[in-house]
Nanobody, 115 residues
């Protein structure tokens, strides 16, 4: 089965930037949706951003204009560029891929934003 490996999380100050990476163990082809979710302590997991095989993107209102999702299919990777980070962005971030009937999840990477 395909697995997703995340990296790029860490500790950053308010206003700073991070780039999260998610690399698949194999090339993803055909129709798919890739995305990033996040979950803060005591809260539900929420959708952050998605991208499809047609390169259509969607963002949650809370990150629109600050975050950018993009992919490099030659590396089987999807990225989340996060700018102007605030404490409300602190969460565990999970990458996601829906491919046909399959729902794939990364292991999660922690993002902590401090002042």
């Amino acid at each position: 089965q395909v697995h997703l490996v995340e990296s790029g999380g860490g500790l950053v100050q308010t206003g700073g930037s991070l780039r999260l990476s998610c690399v698949a163990s194999t090339t993803i082809l055909g129709e798919y949706i890739k995305g990033w979710y996040r979950q803060a302590p005591g809260k539900q997991r929420e959708l952050v951003a998605t991208i499809t095989n047609t390169k259509s993107t969607n963002y949650s209102d809370s990150v629109k204009g600050r975050f950018t999702i993009y992919e490099d299919n030659s590396k089987s990777a999807v990225y989340l560029q996060m700018n102007s980070l605030t404490a409300e962005d602190t969460a565990t971030y999970y990458c996601y891929c829906k491919l046909g009937p399959y729902d794939l999840w990364g292991q999660g990477t922690q993002v902590t934003v401090s002042s």
